[in-house]
C-alpha cells in the first residue's frame, strides 16, 4: 500500500517537474515592462531578460538608475522614468509601452517596485506612515496593472506581482506586511477575472533579501525618527530596553538576509517563460523552510513564536 502511494506521489512529481520545464517559443517577439529596475530584484531581472533576447521595458524611478541600467544592457532594452503614486506617470507609462508593443500587446507587467519603511510598532506610526507604503506596494501595483490590463489581455500574456512572505504571515507592524496582503489579495481576484481571457497571474513572495529596500542603516534611522517623535507616554510604556532590543532584532534579521538576488528573478524569468507557470512563487529559504510553514499553524501557535521573539514592554496598563 505504501509503495503503491509512493510510486503514485512519484509520478506526479515528475509530471509536474516536467510541465515546469516547458518553455514558450517565440520569446524573441515579446515585450516584458519591469516596474522598480533602479536596483535589487528589477534591476537584475531587467538585465537577465535582456540578455535571454526579450524586448525589456525597464521602468526606473530616477534618471540615473535608467541611465546605469542602460550602459549594462543591449539597445534592445528601453527605459521610462516612471512614479507608481503618480497616475500622470503611470497614465505617460502606458501610453509609451502602446506606442511600442502595438498590435502585438505587452506579453508581461512585472510589479516590482516597492519600499519598506516607515516600520516600526504600530503604535509608533501615523496614518501617513501606512498611507507612504500602501500608495508605493499597492496601490502602485493595482494603478499599474489596470492601465497595462488591455495591452496585457491583446497578447495573452502574464501579471506577475512582487508580494512577500509577509503578505502570508505577518511578521511586523506598519504598512510593509498589510500592503503585501493586499497584494496577495488583489493579485488572486484578478487571476480568476483574467482566465477567460487567456492571461495568467502570478505571485512572487520573497522571504528576505539584501536590496536596498531592506537597507540595515534605512530601517535604522527610520526605527530612531519615529521613536523620537512618539509622545512621552507611549515611550515611557515601552522603555528604552524595548526600543533597543527592537533595534537590535531588525539588524539581526537583516544581517541574515539572503544575497542570492537571482532567487527572485530566476522566479519572475520562469514566470515570464514557462509554458505553465506557477501561481506563488516561495524563493528564499527563510520562505520556504520558516515563514511559509508557520503561516499554515494555528493562529495560537504563531503567534507564541512570533511574541518569543519579540521584545516585552516595560509597563503594562
Given at each position: 500500500m505504501w509503495i503503491l502511494i509512493l510510486v503514485v506521489l512519484a509520478l506526479i512529481y515528475l509530471f509536474r517537474?516536467?510541465?515546469?520545464?516547458?518553455?514558450?517559443?517565440?520569446?524573441?517577439?515579446?515585450?516584458?515592462?519591469?516596474?522598480?529596475?533602479?536596483?535589487?530584484?528589477?534591476?537584475?531581472a531587467a538585465k537577465q531578460l535582456d540578455k535571454r533576447g526579450i524586448n525589456v521595458l525597464a521602468a526606473c524611478l530616477t534618471?540615473?538608475?535608467?541611465?546605469?541600467?542602460?550602459?549594462?544592457?543591449?539597445?534592445?532594452?528601453?527605459?521610462?522614468?516612471?512614479?507608481?503614486?503618480?497616475?500622470q506617470s503611470v497614465n505617460a507609462a502606458a501610453a509609451w509601452v502602446s506606442s511600442i508593443v502595438g498590435d502585438k500587446g505587452l506579453w508581461g507587467v512585472v510589479n516590482n517596485a516597492g519600499i519598506s519603511v516607515p516600520t516600526a510598532p504600530n503604535e509608533w506610526l501615523?496614518?501617513?506612515?501606512?498611507?507612504?507604503?500602501?500608495?508605493?506596494?499597492?496601490?502602485?501595483?493595482?494603478?499599474?496593472?489596470?492601465?497595462?490590463?488591455?495591452?496585457?489581455?491583446?497578447?495573452?500574456?502574464?501579471?506577475v506581482n512582487v508580494a512577500s512572505i509577509a503578505g502570508r504571515l505577518t511578521i511586523c507592524g506598519g504598512g510593509y506586511c498589510m500592503s503585501k496582503y493586499g497584494v496577495e489579495s488583489f493579485s488572486d481576484s484578478l487571476r480568476r477575472e483574467m482566465k477567460p481571457f487567456g492571461v495568467k497571474v502570478c505571485i512572487i513572495?520573497?522571504?528576505?533579501?539584501?536590496?536596498?529596500?531592506?537597507?540595515?542603516?534605512?530601517?535604522?534611522?527610520?526605527?530612531?525618527?519615529?521613536w523620537a517623535q512618539v509622545p512621552d507616554e507611549i515611550r515611557r510604556s515601552y522603555g528604552q530596553q524595548y526600543f533597543e532590543k527592537y533595534c537590535y532584532n531588525v539588524e539581526l534579521s537583516l544581517s541574515m538576509s539572503n544575497t542570492k538576488l537571482s532567487l527572485v528573478s530566476d522566479a519572475m524569468e520562469h514566470a515570464l517563460t514557462a509554458v505553465h507557470p506557477k501561481t506563488r512563487y516561495s524563493a528564499g529559504w527563510d520562505a520556504k523552510l520558516l515563514y511559509l510553514p508557520l503561516s499554515y499553524l494555528p493562529t495560537v501557535i504563531s503567534d507564541f513564536i512570533i511574541s518569543s521573539m519579540t521584545p516585552k514592554p516595560v509597563r503594562v496598563s
Amino acid at each position: 500500500m505504501w509503495i503503491l502511494i509512493l510510486v503514485v506521489l512519484a509520478l506526479i512529481y515528475l509530471f509536474r517537474w516536467n510541465q515546469r520545464r516547458l518553455i514558450l517559443p517565440n520569446l524573441l517577439d515579446k515585450y516584458v515592462l519591469i516596474t522598480g529596475c533602479d536596483s535589487g530584484f528589477g534591476n537584475l531581472a531587467a538585465k537577465q531578460l535582456d540578455k535571454r533576447g526579450i524586448n525589456v521595458l525597464a521602468a526606473c524611478l530616477t534618471e540615473k538608475g535608467a541611465e546605469n541600467l542602460k550602459k549594462e544592457t543591449s539597445s534592445r532594452l528601453k527605459t521610462v522614468i516612471l512614479d507608481v503614486t503618480d497616475s500622470q506617470s503611470v497614465n505617460a507609462a502606458a501610453a509609451w509601452v502602446s506606442s511600442i508593443v502595438g498590435d502585438k500587446g505587452l506579453w508581461g507587467v512585472v510589479n516590482n517596485a516597492g519600499i519598506s519603511v516607515p516600520t516600526a510598532p504600530n503604535e509608533w506610526l501615523t496614518k501617513e506612515d501606512f498611507y507612504k507604503i500602501l500608495n508605493v506596494n499597492l496601490l502602485g501595483v493595482v494603478d499599474v496593472t489596470l492601465k497595462m490590463l488591455p495591452l496585457i489581455r491583446k497578447a495573452r500574456g502574464r501579471v506577475v506581482n512582487v508580494a512577500s512572505i509577509a503578505g502570508r504571515l505577518t511578521i511586523c507592524g506598519g504598512g510593509y506586511c498589510m500592503s503585501k496582503y493586499g497584494v496577495e489579495s488583489f493579485s488572486d481576484s484578478l487571476r480568476r477575472e483574467m482566465k477567460p481571457f487567456g492571461v495568467k497571474v502570478c505571485i512572487i513572495e520573497p522571504g528576505f533579501f539584501a536590496t536596498q529596500v531592506t537597507d540595515a542603516k534605512l530601517m535604522k534611522d527610520c526605527t530612531n525618527k519615529r521613536w523620537a517623535q512618539v509622545p512621552d507616554e507611549i515611550r515611557r510604556s515601552y522603555g528604552q530596553q524595548y526600543f533597543e532590543k527592537y533595534c537590535y532584532n531588525v539588524e539581526l534579521s537583516l544581517s541574515m538576509s539572503n544575497t542570492k538576488l537571482s532567487l527572485v528573478s530566476d522566479a519572475m524569468e520562469h514566470a515570464l517563460t514557462a509554458v505553465h507557470p506557477k501561481t506563488r512563487y516561495s524563493a528564499g529559504w527563510d520562505a520556504k523552510l520558516l515563514y511559509l510553514p508557520l503561516s499554515y499553524l494555528p493562529t495560537v501557535i504563531s503567534d507564541f513564536i512570533i511574541s518569543s521573539m519579540t521584545p516585552k514592554p516595560v509597563r503594562v496598563s
